[in-house]
């Protein structure tokens, strides 16, 4: 059974950080790329930054650049998404998803991210 669960959100004041996972299973992690996605109340799902497989290349969105770091562990199954300098256009519900060419994408069900005093 193919599960994406990501974790640690929660609520942090304007200018804090805070380190997203997103666990795999099921399915040959290493063969996939990833990405993280945000979606804020009203607001379409938006791609924040992505890796390729063996993680040699990321891509951020504009909004995020010099602020978050993706990254990931092959051998654990695992994603991170590294949030610092957190504002409160970065709330929103972050999702994961697995991508490979031919093969059907998996997301996650989305953990809560809240910037606020």
């Known amino acids: 059974q193919v599960q994406l669960v990501e974790s640690g959100g929660g609520l942090v004041q304007p200018g804090g950080s805070l380190r997203l996972s997103c666990a795999a299973s099921?399915?040959?992690?290493?063969?996939?790329?990833m990405s993280w996605y945000r979606q804020a109340p009203g607001k379409e799902r938006e791609l924040v930054s992505a890796i390729t497989s063996a993680g040699g290349s990321t891509t951020y969105a504009d909004s995020v650049k010099g602020r978050f770091t993706i990254s990931r562990d092959n051998a654990k199954n695992t994603m991170y998404l590294q949030m610092n300098s957190l504002k409160p256009e970065d709330t929103a519900v972050y999702y994961c998803?697995?991508?490979?060419?031919?093969?059907?994408?998996?997301w996650g069900q989305g953990t809560q991210v809240t910037v606020s005093s």
């Open positions: 099921g399915f040959t992690f290493s063969r996939y790329a």
């Open positions: 998803k697995g991508e490979r060419l031919e093969y059907s994408d998996y």
